[in-house]
């Protein structure tokens, strides 16, 4: 009896410690290519032309906000929102870096200013456009001018979130990242979320 009883348990133990370890496995590093797949092929063709993600709003994490003060005056001449796709804030804490696939959507708008009881206050107003990073750690679009230094880089006019006005990233968009270089070209101390 006693003997059937150290069988069961040591039975037990096993299948629970199998379970365990087919658990970590299973919930370990995500296989890179299906992140890309999943979540950069949304927004990426072929051919590597990039446009704004569908309903980002409603399915991607806000990372944190930017306010550009005004040349003249006070307020803030835009601001600046930016998205992560799902899972970018916790594969970022858990690794300190942005996983190969990951999507960043920055929406730029124009700000209004106005007094208000708190003071000075500027507000988005009208949206002028969207600024799209796709991370892409292997180089997928050697031939594309809009892929290069580990991402995708895309200037989109508010008229047409389909067809990007970028045509070379690194004439039109790398200048304004060289401060962030050290961060992926990402400017990361703007977003809390990432810190762990």
């Not at 365990?20 to 979540?39: K, N, R, W």
């Not at 989109?156 to 990242?177: G, I, R, V």
Request: hydrophobic fraction near 35%; charge should be negative.
């Amino acid at each position: 009896m006693r003997n059937n009883r150290i069988m069961k348990l040591t039975c037990s133990g096993l299948a629970l410690t199998g379970l365990y370890l087919f658990g970590v496995a299973s919930y370990g590093q995500p296989d890179q290519s299906s992140d890309y797949d999943g979540l950069a092929a949304a927004v990426a063709d072929a051919s590597g032309s990039i446009r704004v993600p569908a309903d980002y709003q409603k399915t991607y994490q806000m990372l944190g906000s930017w306010a550009v003060a005004a040349d003249e005056g006070p307020g803030s001449k835009e601001m600046h929102g930016v998205y992560a796709s799902p899972g970018t804030i916790e594969a970022y804490r858990e690794n300190g870096g942005f996983p190969d696939g990951t999507v960043l959507v920055k929406e730029v708008f124009h700000t209004a200013t106005n007094e208000m009881t708190t003071g000075t206050v500027s507000s988005a107003d009208e949206l002028a456009g969207w600024f799209v990073m796709v991370k892409d750690s292997v180089g997928r679009y050697p031939d594309s001018k809009l892929w290069g230094d580990g991402w995708g880089w895309a200037w989109f006019d508010a008229a047409d979130p389909l067809k990007s006005t970028s045509t070379d990233y690194k004439a039109e968009c790398l200048s304004c990242h060289v401060p962030a270089q050290a961060s992926d070209w990402v400017y990361t101390r703007g977003y809390p979320q990432l810190r762990k």
